[in-house]
């Protein structure tokens, strides 16, 4: 009996809790429809992905990227799509050009309600290739990157009380990814500052929420940088972010993201029902680090350029692109990750 009644004690509590976070959640949600979204890293890949999902649902977007030809392109597409669209130049790693950006954006729209951090910078190959300056550009731009553009939207949000800011990251900010360590050590970085400004910001009315993918189909590989057998990393780290149960799409990455930020959610591990490396790293995370060290002993040693760099689509072989990469070639042709670089 006494048993039956905690049991019955636990179940009311448990439903009680999950009752009141949806209505948390629920308090928390807005339109997206007429507000003014800045997305750093928008010009291609997820980020483009979810410019398209936001101007579908009414919101003004403004895209900051380094490459005028990327920017060009994706402002045509979102404009086509009906869509109140900004492209701006910009570096994120340089607080004057964000500082620049943000006054535009401010110009245009008069406002800004949601900042997301996309840019990002992917360096594939063995520790003994990796430079200190391999180091130095992940954390310029996925650290200080996200704190530049953090820092120039804060006093408009802290003015009206209100705002919403989104950090990705990655799995790989969470579980060491070996070949890619300037990337993790950079998103680790990222994953802390994001949860620290959740923290200060919240009393501000401005919540934080962070992204953490595994691989997506974005097509980015092209445009990935690889070192020592260059054409070996491009092989496999293609193949894995092209295949189903390893790497999701990114429409659904992207609709997954939106939803989170609607929510005013934390933390959010990107989920398919078939990722494979989700799953490990929700239920299996000391499992799934061991298995990762073990992964490592049969990736390409160091040799080929050594400690120079190759984009992707200068690391092509036999086995990419091949009928295993078939998906991410589409979602490269589709999400502007080919063009004049």
Known sequence: ??????????????????????????????????????????????????ARQLVD??????????????LEQAEREL???????????????RPDEVRSAVAQ??????????LCNFAGVIQVGPLEAMTREDFRRAMDVHFWGALNTVLEVLPVMRR???????????????????HMLPYTASKFALVGLSSGLRTELAKDGI?????VPSLVRTGSTRNALFKGQHRKEHAWFSIA??????????????????????????????????????????????????LLG????????????????AYGYESESPWSPSVLTRLGDAAARRNNEIGPR
């Open 207 to 211: 919540l934080v929420t962070t992204i």
């Open 105 to 114: 954006v401010l110009e245009r729209f008069g406002e800004i309600d949601v």
């Open 1 to 50: 009996m006494r048993g039956s009644k905690l049991f019955l004690a636990a179940s009311a509590g448990l439903a009680a809790a999950l009752v009141a976070r949806a209505l948390l959640r629920r308090s928390r949600r807005f339109s997206f429809a007429g507000r003014t979204v800045v997305i750093a890293g928008g010009s291609r890949g997820m980020g483009l992905v979810l």
């Open 160 to 178: 009206r009380g209100w705002g919403r800011i989104v950090n990705v990251a990655s799995l790989g900010g969470k579980r060491a990814v070996p």
């Open 294 to 309: 073990a992964l490592a002993r049969f990736m390409p040693r160091m040799g080929g350029i050594g400690k120079r760099s």
């Open 57 to 70: 649902a009414g919101a003004r977007v403004a895209i900051l990227a380094r490459t005028a030809a990327d």
């Open 79 to 93: 404009r086509a799509r009906g869509g109140e669209a900004l492209a701006i130049r910009c570096d994120v790693s």
């Open 241 to 290: 972010g092209s295949l189903p149960g390893v790497a999701m799409s990114a429409e659904r990455a992207a609709a997954q993201i939106l939803r989170a930020c609607r929510d005013g959610e934390r933390e959010v591990l990107l989920r398919d029902p078939v990722n494979v490396a989700v799953a490990l790293q929700a239920f299996f995370p000391g499992a799934t680090q061991a």
